[in-house]
């Protein structure tokens, strides 16, 4: 089967830095998705990890090692607006052509603190 | 541009009783997907349209969700009759083609008791 694991809390102080990992277990890779959803509001789009390497955008960015199906977001100068939960994603490997599903993770509430 | 609206935000209704949930996907959006997360799990696909087309319906979980896109504009996924177990949040997402990426709707919490 396909499993995605990630820590359910993290807890971190206003302008730090927090890493959020995500690993995977699936039987094929096709890109990774980070998405941040406040509560109540809709899962919005963070970052797209379909190679090795790190992608910066802004305070935000995002890794991943294919080898050790391993992904991580990481928050520079955390705010007290970034307190959300942060799904990780992967492409269902075994989808048709035509098909793009997603299978995500359970989140990780992420809460800063001032 | 708007985005994905869905209706109501919130429902509850008794057990065995009928709930009907709305999506209105972005304008020109052709993919339109249904995701469901029960308490304490994760967020899982139902079911993903191709204009009116269902293009895999894998996730339905049974003969009591119908989900219909009449026309390939907005879709309805009417509960009937609803469980206790079917509770949960409902996201619709819309996307302009496949691997483009999702644009999520708030969701539809339901709560059946």
């Known amino acids: 089967g396909q499993n995605i694991d990630q820590p359910t809390e993290m807890t971190a102080t206003e302008g730090a830095i927090v890493q959020i990992n995500c690993t995977y277990q699936?039987?094929?890779?096709?890109?990774l998705f980070w998405y941040q959803q406040h509560a109540g509001e809709a899962p919005t789009f963070l970052s797209y990890?379909?190679?090795?390497g790190l992608e910066e955008k802004g305070r935000f960015s995002s890794f991943l090692s294919r080898s050790k199906g391993y992904s991580y977001l990481l928050l520079k100068e955390l705010q007290m607006k970034d307190s959300a939960s942060y799904l990780c994603?992967?492409?269902?490997?075994?989808?048709?052509?035509?098909?793009?599903?997603?299978?995500f993770g359970t989140g990780t509430r992420l809460q800063v603190f001032p | 541009e708007a985005g994905v609206t869905q209706f109501p935000s919130h429902s509850v209704i008794e057990k065995g009783q009928t709930v009907t949930l709305r999506c209105d996907p972005i304008s020109g959006h052709d993919n339109l997907y249904w995701y469901r997360r029960v308490m304490g799990k994760e967020i899982k696909f139902l079911l993903h349209f191709v204009k009116e087309s269902k293009q895999d319906e894998s996730g339905m979980p049974n003969n009591r969700f119908l989900a219909e896109r009449t026309g390939g504009t907005y879709s309805t996924l009417k509960v009937q009759p609803a469980e206790l177990e079917d509770s949960g949040v409902y996201f619709c997402a819309s996307s302009r083609r496949e691997n483009y990426g999702y644009t999520f709707g708030s969701g539809t919490r339901l709560t059946v008791v």
């Open positions: 994603a992967v492409r269902d490997p075994t989808r048709s052509y035509n098909t793009d599903k997603l299978i």
């Open positions: 990890n379909v190679l090795d």
């Open positions: 699936t039987s094929g890779f096709n890109g």
